[in-house]
């Protein structure tokens, strides 16, 4: 049964999230031309610190995507393959004041992370959805030597967030077997942060400093958003009771309480002979926070009708590492140069947590770039990405509808395994399988620089 509704579920469009960490961005830090210690527009956000570093100010305008390909091959099933695009979008802009502050201020959009869609298969676990981030920064730079620069940046982070997924009513009730098509209640949550508000503020520090003789080092912090343990997007629900129950559509309000991660990025920058310099950099990112979706729906008359005020969409993360190191030509007002990076990302998420939601192995990556200068002060750039992740056994999962029956057989003794897993949001079906993916990239930017 498992195995048909994963195939269903592949053949109905499965995407996987982002990127291989479902909250960064494989355009910026790891693609070739940004980094910890880049004097341009995508260090506004990525390390405010490091804008000062360059000679001169600078407009930018950029392009960027992401196309994911997820091959499935489920218990007992046959291997499937499914493929997923998503853009973004970036417009920044660097002034220098003088010799010792430098300002930016800059608008993006990352590429989406997409959630699974497929109206059949897997559908306790996700029906489809995205989050998508809309963020607007403002940045300073100040040198305080001429081998140490420090910056601060403020980032108003709009998140739109929708989940949808399905609910087996029988399960939920304890019923010895699982309902099945009569029994699936479907939801559609679409939520949002407030359009402005201080909950939305997140805050990156930064400095970058000569460590030797034409080496240099920058780190990076990022706070999650409104410096908080939890945010709170609200909005509203639409639930589609079982069809046993007559499949009628109610509406209401909902909230998702979400714990976002904190992250760092570090790189060090050192000149080699020829006009080439080493770049080695790396990101750590605090998604143990980042547990389950806390979805809360409320309406009057839910309660009669069955449906839960409180649901945990489990994600189970834990924190990555991305290492990447590589060789780009130094800009010295040549017509084109190049570079290329190889690295190296730790999952997210355990094998047995590992959902048609949330696929995020250990992976590999590469990347390469070049860059055309026209016109004197106008420059073309190129970078592009490619992240293989290797198969990955999910064949024991923590997810189990049998964990509600016997939540329920032991009185609700919320000490056992089986009552500790629904309060989490593990007792839904499994998703056992093999799960493999290769992700690719792409950022195409224009940069004039200011005179």
Known sequence: MYARRFLTLA?????????????????????????????SASSIALNPGALGVGPVGEILIAASGTLDRLAVTPTGGSRVTSTTATPGLELGVIYRTGDSFTVGIDARTAPAEVFPAGEQAFRYHTLGGRQRNYV????????????????????????????RYARDVAAANGEAEIGGDEAAEVYDV????????????????????????????????????????????????????APRVGGDTVVGNASVLVSFPASVDAELRARLPRAYELRIGGRWEDLSRFTAYDVRIFNRGFSELGIPEWTRRARGLHDTFAVWGGVEQIDEGQALRWGARIGVETSAVDDARTSPQTISPTSFTTDVGGS?????????MLSYGLQVAPSVD???????????????????????????????????????????????????ALRYELP
């Open 11 to 39: 053949v109905c469009g499965l995407a996987a999230p982002a990127a291989a960490s479902p909250r960064s961005d494989p355009t910026t830090g790891r693609a070739v031309f940004t980094g910890a210690t880049s004097a």
């Open 190 to 241: 679409k939520v949002r942060s407030p359009w402005f508000s201080t909950s939305n503020l997140r805050l990156n520090l930064g400095l970058v400093a000569q460590v030797y003789r034409d080496v240099w080092l920058g780190v990076a912090y990022h706070a999650p958003p409104g410096l908080g343990i939890e945010s709170v997007l609200d909005g509203t629900t639409q639930v589609t009771l």
């Open 372 to 380: 055309w200068r026209f016109a004197g002060n106008w420059m073309v």
């Open 394 to 444: 999910a064949s024991t999962s923590e997810y189990s509808a049998d964990h509600i029956a016997d939540c329920i057989a032991s009185n609700y003794d919320y000490s056992t395994p089986a009552c500790t897993a629904t309060r989490d949001g593990y007792a839904i079906g499994s998703a056992t399988g093999e799960y493999a993916r290769l992700q690719q990239s792409l950022r195409l």
């Open 136 to 163: 607007a920064t403002i940045a300073a730079s100040f040198r305080v030597t001429n081998k140490l620069f420090v910056g601060a940046s403020i980032s108003h982070d709009n998140t739109l967030l929708r989940l």
